[in-house]
């Protein structure tokens, strides 16, 4: 004990015979370990005579350590004449030659089974692991470390994995002060605007808003500070075919009548996850992903699916915005606080062995709060309205006495429905050609999850083109926010420069983006438009955007089709427009993904 690593690290030690040789060996060995400091004060008082050493012979085969017991004059020092350089020399060489030979024999020692016994030993999670696995395999030195008493485990970890001087040398040596970085430095400290500092010079100018194809789409709507995006999206790629039927100049839907039932729909659900999770502890994963965001805005188009056809729609002038629809989140907050609180008091009650109408009705209670609190803020939706309308002949007309699923039916495709509008999607980090279902991702208790049929690019962006060409926009997902010049409407991944600004490497492809949540979809828009070159290949795209006329291009955002690679998501298409590989894959059962899937 108290020997480098070189020399420690036994169970149990055994006496052993040894011969002449090796005992010299030994005695050689436990002096040069008393002149180079690596013995413990407490294996030798002063009072103490001898030096009592246990030695390992490392170079013996793994299983087959051999250790010993010596003990030594503490005062034998073997007189030594200094060395001359050419000693010194080899001295290093063979020093460097055994340090390497030592780092060798540890990773060939590597134990994977081992390092999790050590970890379950000492109570350490899987960044000790991490350090473990780093130290090549010198697990008995380790645990004897992890075992001293002297320290506690946030000691020990913090003594594991701190920067020594050294690597910080390293580090601040890594940044040289050079004319241009003194530049850049100067710049960065004084303008906080880093994305305007990276704005790529060389791009500006060369990408238009011109398209060879587009659908007829007509009037920009804007969601305000809201995260209904999801909701205007559905809705305005029907937008065209309303005005075409009832001849008019303009047309929009109430989202304020859909979003009240969705938000009341999705607090239902809520509380019946709660009820159905009752049983499983409060830190469960699932459990804590429902009490994280009872309710939100967000959402995609199966929500506006399943709302319409429960609900129907209403035309905006029936039931109009209000402060509250065009301005979110204090509402929202209230609501979720309602829901959590029972929430709480469902699991409460079957703790206390509450069951079937008792849980019912407390649920009840809770839904008639949200409703009171959704009236308030929004307004009542109307069970029947009638819509005046002038057309652009200038006839004035009227819907009497019209029920707003009455009035859905009318407005909406006969063949709209999942069966025959799929969302497909380009999820690089799962296998293409199969759907995945996220488990309840829906609004009502009744409706459809999120199902998706995971594809190449290749594919999406033909049926896509397929679909404008033929006068059909599309619901679409993206993650708007990455290289995005709202200045001009234009999205390019090459749009902003930050490795040439900082001088570093951000070159994670989509796969790499999506599992370390650097990127995802973040907000839909109606795919509208898509330009091509001399061979009919797609070279930039339109979305038609509802954040009102004055953000992006008049409303409307440009994106390559390098960007399209990167950034798009999902599309909501007509299953016509599918190759027959895609639509025979949509006979797949959907692989189930769960409510906190990195896709959410």
Not at 55 to 64: D, H, I, K, N, R
Not at 259 to 288: C, G, H
Not at 292 to 298: C, R
């Amino acid at each position: 004990r108290g020997v480098g690593a070189d020399l420690g690290g036994l169970h149990a030690v055994r006496p052993v015979r040894l011969l002449p040789a090796r005992l010299r060996k030994a005695r050689d060995l436990a002096l040069q370990a008393r002149k180079s400091g690596w013995t413990c004060e407490a294996l030798c008082p002063a009072a103490q005579q001898t030096l009592e050493l246990t030695l390992t012979q490392p170079e013996a085969p793994s299983g087959c350590w051999e250790a010993f017991t010596i003990h030594a004059p503490k005062e034998h020092r073997p007189a030594r004449r200094p060395l001359d350089p050419a000693e010194k020399a080899r001295a290093a060489e063979q020093l460097a030659s055994a340090n390497e030979k030592r780092r060798l024999r540890m990773e060939a020692a590597y134990d994977p089974a081992r390092v999790q016994a050590l970890c379950a030993e000492f109570g350490y999670g899987p960044e000790v692991e991490a350090i473990l696995r780093a130290a090549c395999g010198n697990f008995d030195a380790l645990a004897e470390f992890l075992a001293e008493p002297a320290f506690g485990p946030a000691q020990k970890l913090a003594l594991l994995q701190t920067l020594s001087e050294k690597d910080l040398q390293e580090i601040q040596s890594s940044f040289k002060k050079d004319a241009s970085t003194k530049a850049i430095q100067n710049i960065l400290t004084a303008d906080k605007d880093i994305k305007g500092n990276a704005l790529n010079r060389d791009l500006q100018g060369k990408i238009d808003h011109y398209f060879k194809y587009r659908a007829d789409v007509k009037g920009i709507t804007n969601q305000l500070s809201s995260g209904r995006c999801w909701m205007f999206t559905s809705m305005n790629v029907l937008r065209p075919s309303i005005m075409k039927k009832y001849n008019l100049s303009q047309f929009d839907f109430s989202h304020n009548y859909l979003y009240f039932w969705d938000i009341f729909e999705k607090s239902n659900l809520f509380l019946e996850n709660i009820i159905a999770t009752a049983k499983q502890p409060m830190d469960d994963r699932t459990v804590v992903e429902y009490f994280k965001a009872p309710v939100g805005d967000g959402g995609v188009w199966n929500l506006y699916y399943n709302a319409a056809e429960k609900y129907g729609v209403v035309p905006q002038e029936v039931m109009p915005e209000t402060a509250h629809s065009n301005n979110t989140s204090q509402m929202v907050s209230i609501i979720n606080e309602k829901l959590r609180q029972g929430g709480y008091e469902l699991r409460e009650m079957t703790a206390a062995g509450k069951k079937g109408k008792e849980l019912t009705n407390a649920k009840m209670a809770t839904l008639k709060e949200v409703y009171r609190i959704l009236a308030l803020c929004l307004g009542e939706p109307p069970h029947q309205f009638t819509w005046r309308y002038k057309d652009k002949d200038g006839n004035i007309k009227e819907l009497a006495n019209y029920t707003p699923k009455q009035f859905y039916k009318e407005i909406t495709p006969a063949d709209y429905s999942p069966s025959n509008y799929i969302m497909i999607m380009n999820d690089p980090t799962r296998e293409y050609y199969k759907t995945y279902e996220i488990q309840n991702y829906r609004n009502t208790i009744e409706g459809i999850n999120w199902i998706y049929l995971n594809l190449p690019n290749e594919d999406i962006k033909e049926a896509a083109l397929a679909s404008i060409k033929n006068n059909e926009p599309m619901y679409a997902s993206c993650d708007v926010g990455k290289q995005f010049n709202r200045e001009e409407g234009i999205l390019d991944p090459e749009m902003y420069d930050y490795e040439s600004l900082l001088g570093v490497k951000l070159d994670m492809d989509k796969k790499a983006r999506i599992l370390t949540r650097q990127s995802g979809s973040s907000h839909a828009m109606t795919l509208v438009a898509c330009d091509t070159d001399e061979n009919d290949k797609p070279v930039k795209w339109e979305f038609e955007n509802s954040w009102g006329a004055a953000s992006g291009h008049n409303g409307y955002l440009t994106f390559t089709d390098k960007w399209f690679d990167e950034y798009m998501f999902r599309i909501v298409i007509r299953k016509n427009y599918l190759n027959a590989k895609a639509i025979e894959a949509l006979k797949g059962k959907p692989v189930q993904l769960p409510v906190y899937d990195y896709m959410y």
